[in-house]
């Protein structure tokens, strides 16, 4: 058992609720500050408008909390292929048994997550404070509802507009990629097979993500990242203009590949940002997308986050027991460890971003050379798998309980 020392994680979303969890299966004295939101269980046709692509990484640290069991199966889709379209005829495939595996990645909805997690702080007895953080002096807060909550580490997961980054000084470089995000689910006319498609079509990028069948038929998550203006033009339409706009753009672009595509759920669009941070300040540290953003083009954001969660969980469970968890030579090594993946997928994602938004003949011509020349070489294809499974797969699932 930890010592009495007080950690208070200010978030109640995915990345907040596993840290908290975490941190209370190795003993330490934990609680949420957030929000408490209702997580009901939906109905069989009803999906979370927001999916994840969750690695192999995450999915053994997932379960070694004991929550990946929790989620309801039939929810949960693997993928077992992807297949990536360049704007001038380039074409890659990657499928899991190139790499012996049975599956790339699983696409889960936030919802289902949330709901499964929350039920597992229950059962842990982790203390939920319904409110806001307000403000912070030392290891004191207070917050939105007046409550005076005593934290020796205060965990920010509260999101790209962290109240606890601000409130903590903690740097924060901010820059707009000029596109917006924009997603919702659609029926298919011809079933998915568990394969995730990608299009780059020079201004845009566009993933069609496998989910489970509905009683309208085969259906995908949409992922579209494109122009803002572009994305503004089509949300000022009317119905069912916009709706006709919509399904005739993703049928030139997909070229039928699934077949006609039917909306069947609300669009949601939101801006696409680059964040870096400092991290971590005495007494205080940063996770997820308070910590960092980077474009959604792999997918990789909510993988990036849990694996600073496992990180910090590790750092702390086994820092000498005489180190205060608010320690900054503890901290700083959380934030050293989590360098080297957050800059190589930043590096990814920013350069692929990059390189299919350049218009110029001869660069077109090359990428999608390129892609063509990576599906025919093996050794590649095996790397860039295992680059999807979780970047370099843990040893361990995750720090089990403390007995």
């Known amino acids: 058992m930890k010592s009495n020392e007080s950690i208070v994680v200010c978030g109640g979303g995915i990345a907040g609720m596993a840290c908290a969890l975490g941190l209370a299966r190795q003993g330490f004295k934990v609680s949420v500050l957030a929000p408490d939101r209702s997580h009901p269980v939906p109905d069989a046709d009803t999906y979370h408008p927001r999916v994840y692509a969750i690695s192999e990484a995450n999915h053994q ?9 929790l989620m309801d199966a039939r929810r949960l889709t693997p993928v077992v292929a992807m297949e990536l379209y360049g704007d001038g005829g380039g074409y890659l495939e990657l499928d ?22 929350r039920q597992a702080l229950l059962v842990y007895g982790v203390v939920w404070h319904d409110a806001q953080l307000s403000s912070r002096e030392g290891n004191q807060l207070t917050t939105s509802t007046g409550q005076t909550l005593q934290a020796d580490l205060l965990v920010g997961a509260d999101g790209a507009k962290s109240t606890v980054r601000r409130l903590s000084g903690i740097s924060h470089e901010f820059r707009a990629y000029g596109d917006e995000g924009l997603v919702g689910h659609l029926t298919a006319e011809r079933p998915h097979q568990g394969v995730a498609l990608q299009w780059f079509t020079g201004d845009s990028i566009l993933a069609l993500l496998p989910l489970p069948d509905t009683t309208e038929g085969p259906q995908v998550s949409m992922v579209w990242s494109a122009p803002e203006g572009d994305i503004a033009r089509l949300m000022a339409m009317q119905e069912p203009a916009r709706t006709q706009y919509l399904q005739a753009q993703l049928q030139a672009i997909t070229g039928g590949r699934l077949g006609a595509l039917r909306l069947r759920a609300p669009l949601y669009h939101f801006p696409l940002t680059f964040e870096r941070t400092g991290m971590v300040a005495p007494g205080v540290a940063l996770v997820s997308d308070a910590a960092h953003r980077v474009h959604p083009l792999a997918g990789q954001g909510l993988n990036l986050g849990l694996g600073d969660v496992e990180e910090l969980i590790r750092v702390l469970a086994h820092k000498p027991q005489h180190i205060s968890v608010d320690n900054m030579q503890v901290l700083q090594q959380y934030k050293r460890r989590r360098a080297e993946p957050i800059a190589a997928m930043r590096l990814v994602t920013y350069s692929l971003h990059r390189l299919f938004g350049v218009r110029s003949a001869p660069i077109a011509w090359a990428r999608n050379v390129g892609m063509s ?4 070489l093996p050794f590649l294809k095996k790397q860039l798998i295992a680059n999807a499974a979780g970047q370099r797969l843990r040893q361990t699932a995750a720090p089990s309980a403390k007995r």
């Open 61 to 69: 640290f997932l379960h070694g909390l004991g929550v990946w069991n």
């Open 96 to 117: 899991a048994w190139q790499d012996a595996r049975d599956t790339l990645t699983w696409i889960v909805e936030s919802g289902e997550m949330e709901r499964v997690l």
């Open 373 to 376: 020349v990576v599906n025919q």
